[in-house]
């Protein structure tokens, strides 16, 4: 087994030593019950990095079982709310003080640039932990007069709701944002008084594992937070169907979103689902061509466009076309590639071989469809699971390449010339997770807005992100939002109380 180059911090190195990484199961760090194991791959070096447990149900059914006595019988289901709220605010500090050690643990993990996991993955992170921490003072209910037209006229009643938390919750993230991510599920979970079964993706694990530590060094009550690793089909499958699981809340593919809610229904668990996109930039005939280039090259390949929201279909009117796409594929040309340890790198390898393999047949695909290719569309020539940044030009847009979420640095440009033709062309699509406008019309994008079918509508940016704002998609794109208040809410029962004075 092979290590990272000196460089990295003594922590992260420490923690990276141990090879050999255990789950968070009430407060105990524990093996498998059957003691299999899974390989973790450093996607830049193609080399092993360690091992993590592959859970059994009967790990699952122990994480779940010691989560809902910690919620029905321990101090957690007792603890005022601002004894959550501190507990949160204190985590947020821990996370902040390591936030060097998680930024590389998950540019070692995952591929991604440490110094852009740092201000982005990891702050939004610890910002999204203090902001839900407040909220846990602020869950209310309200008293409401009733009528009772059927009661005598000397009958008096009272009736009031409460909030309650829903009770265990299955937490499943994606490996694009392993950190971050778990950061989204568990701040509103923690702050609405759930308790956590957290699966991280099976790729990207490292994060949530040091995560849980910081969760023990901050004195949460055992069994509140528990962590188990393993991939989807044996661990996942056994999670979302456990019968005491009150809440699933997934990030990733659609196709995955659609299993675990016909799942969820068995048991009446409630869900929130944030799966695919095929995001739609539409820049409009006045807008900065140069503007529209480098909005397009963040959109696109911003973590190496394996983003949910990623811009992959930019609208150009015709006018602008070929002066943006040109530009833009200069902007491609000049990406330096590296590890996510290289501080010069700035866009890493894709997350693992199956990736990898995943996003060169769609290139292919879209080379035999007849898409001018404009730049890239190959395998980086280095170690690694690179893939250089590729554009395609197209007047279809009903090409696969256009109408399937990639998850890797592909974009098709496509020209349009009237408004009303290109909204038509961007709302087709069976997703509708985000879009972007790029124009100085103001006028104009307000009409757009209330056009376009996507749960996010960016102006003149693409992928901005603060945890006051819900995120979350229309049709296919899923069910629910994550951060702002919205999310709490989906971690909360609502209960009606009436009474015969």
């Not at 093996?31 to 080399?47: I, S, Y």
């Amino acid at each position: 087994m092979t290590h990272e180059p000196a460089g990295i911090e003594q922590k992260t190195q420490a923690f990276l030593d141990r090879q050999n990484h255990r789950m968070l199961i009430d407060g105990q760090w524990v093996d498998a019950l059957k003691n299999k194991r899974m390989q973790v791959v450093n996607p830049a070096e193609e080399t092993v990095i360690g091992s993590i447990p592959s859970a059994h149900s009967d790990d699952v059914n122990k994480a779940v079982g010691c989560a809902k006595a910690a919620l029905e019988q321990g101090a957690w289901g007792k603890m005022r709310p601002s004894g959550r709220q501190n507990l949160l605010l204190k985590l947020a500090d821990l996370i902040e003080r390591d936030a060097r050690i998680i930024a590389e643990l998950e540019a070692i993990d995952n591929g991604k640039s440490a110094a852009i996991a740092q201000a982005v993955d990891i702050g939004l992170g610890l910002e999204f932990f203090r902001y839900m921490a407040g909220w846990a003072t602020k869950i209310e209910g309200s008293t409401l007069d009733v009528s009772m037209p059927f009661a005598p006229p000397e009958a008096d009643f009272f009736a009031y709701t409460r909030r309650e938390p829903v009770g265990v919750v299955a937490a499943i993230i994606p490996w694009n944002f392993p950190f971050l991510m778990a950061c989204w599920k568990l701040a509103p979970a923690l702050a609405a008084g759930c308790t956590v079964v957290l699966k991280p993706a099976e790729q990207t694990s490292l994060s949530a594992l040091y995560l849980g530590e910081l969760i023990a060094e901050a004195n949460f009550p055992d069994g509140v937070v528990n962590i188990v690793t393993g991939d989807g089909q044996s661990t996942g499958s056994a999670l979302i169907t456990h019968p005491d699981i009150n809440k699933i809340s997934f990030t990733g593919s659609t196709q995955v979103g659609q299993l675990i809610g016909r799942a969820a229904m068995d048991n009446m668990a409630r869900v929130t689902l944030e799966l695919g996109g095929k995001s739609p930039m539409i820049v409009l005939e006045d807008c900065d061509p140069e503007k529209a280039a480098q909005g397009a090259a963040v959109a696109i390949f911003f973590n190496h466009g394996q983003t949910c929201s990623a811009g992959s279909r930019l609208y150009v009117h015709r006018s602008i076309f070929d002066t943006v796409v040109n530009r833009l594929a200069e902007l491609a040309e000049a990406i330096p590639m590296g590890p996510g340890l290289d501080p010069a790198a700035q866009m890493g390898p894709l997350v693992s071989q199956v990736q990898l393999d995943r996003v060169c047949h769609y290139i292919e695909t879209g080379c035999q469809e007849g898409a001018r290719l404009v730049t890239g569309g190959e395998r980086a020539d280095r170690k690694g699971y690179y893939v250089k940044p590729t554009i395609f030009a197209s007047e279809d847009d009903s090409l696969v390449i256009a109408r399937e979420e990639i998850f890797g640095p592909v974009l098709v440009a496509i020209p349009f010339d009237d408004v009303d033709d290109v909204v038509e062309r961007a709302n087709d699509s069976r997703y509708g997770l985000a879009a972007s406008i790029w124009s100085n019309d103001l006028s104009q994008v307000q009409r757009l807005i209330p056009r376009l079918k996507a749960g996010t509508v960016w102006v003149n940016g693409h992928n901005m992100l603060d945890s006051n704002v819900p995120f979350g998609g229309y049709k296919l794109s899923g069910v629910g939002r994550d951060m702002g208040k919205q999310s709490l809410d989906s971690y909360l029962e609502t209960k009606s109380v009436f009474m015969a004075l």
